[in-house]
DNA sequence: TATCAAATGTAGCTTTAGCTACACTTCTGC
DNA sequence: GCAGAAGTGTAGCTAAAGCTACATTTGATA
């Protein structure tokens, strides 16, 4: 159905095929994403906590922009992953992995905020379009924007 | 409940609430990942198109890493969306909305991994990154990308 | 031309993420 | 101490995105 001799050679010459590559690439994606929605909510939270001493399911809906009754469910499932705590009618608390998780993700939003800043990117523009890019950004790309923006003289 | 001695100083200066402007950003990054599904899509069946002359939902869903039933599913929501079309048993084909996502999508790819590459980040991180980035990259943030490879000594 | 494998499509299930509407606590101010 | 407002929680809905299992169509080939 589909012409197959050079398919045939490239993988005779030692390469995987290309769709598992792509398919591959495409399934980190899905996973990537999967995680950005507790990282976000345990980032925030962490933030509430530090500058109001409390949680609460409110101001947690607010900030995202969402009602607090999905709030409410999404701070269930970080409970479910291990991620929160808390007794009901009572806050939100991070448990320890939590606040792994939401000092990692911090350190990670404001090196893509600078790396985009170092590129030009209008300060807007960069703290919206940061929101939704560091879900993605690897390790290896952590440490490649790390060490640019290390080399470049500090103003 | 809270002290809003602070944020009503802030209010009286002029400044939005701050809640206002996170809750934007999240709202932004929500819309933007809820196109990118479709993005990828039409880029692949774009791409497939050109070299096979075809696009069938089999290959589409090997190329993503899915079952060939969620890739039919999605299909179908990009001609609800007036992205797609064709006839059962008869392949996928772009309509010219489609045709002109699928090149939009594929310029800004082809940015995003060239900045991952320019900034140090290995070959393959770069291509599995851009894959998430490229649907979180505004306008705004894509004329800087292409400002700086300009500016840059082209090898 | 009849068969049969591959491709396509459909059905039905799960989880996530959103919403509105309603019910129940908590806490503040009087 | 109580009333009412604010906050919290629950129920029930929708849509998306994934899956497996099964049914149907196409088309290659024997
Ligand atoms: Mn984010
Ligand atoms: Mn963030
Ligand atoms: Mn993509
Ligand atoms: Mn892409």
Do not use: W
């Not at 507790?38 to 933030?47: A, K, S």
């Not at 479910?80 to 990670?108: C, D, H, I, N, S």
């Not at 379009?129 to 924007?145: C, K, Q």
């Amino acid at each position: 159905m589909q012409p197959k001799a050079k398919k045939k050679a490239a993988e005779l010459a030692g390469e995987l095929p290309a769709e598992l590559t792509q398919a591959r690439r495409f399934g980190k994606t899905r996973s990537a994403q999967s995680g950005a929605l507790l990282e976000d909510y345990v980032e925030l939270i962490d933030d509430l906590l530090t500058s109001n001493g409390e949680a609460r399911p409110t101001d947690v809906a607010r900030r995202l922009g969402v009602s607090h009754a999905t709030a409410i469910k999404t701070i269930a499932r970080l409970k479910r992953a291990g991620l929160a705590t808390g007794r009901p009618y009572r806050g939100v608390f991070l448990t320890q992995e939590g606040q792994k998780l939401a000092a990692r993700v911090r350190m990670r939003h404001r090196l893509v905020v600078d790396i985009l800043l170092a590129l030009g990117v209008p300060a807007e523009a960069a703290e919206a379009d940061a929101e939704g890019i560091e879900h993605h950004v690897s390790d290896a790309t952590l440490r490649a924007f790390a060490q640019f923006l290390e080399s470049r003289v500090p103003s």
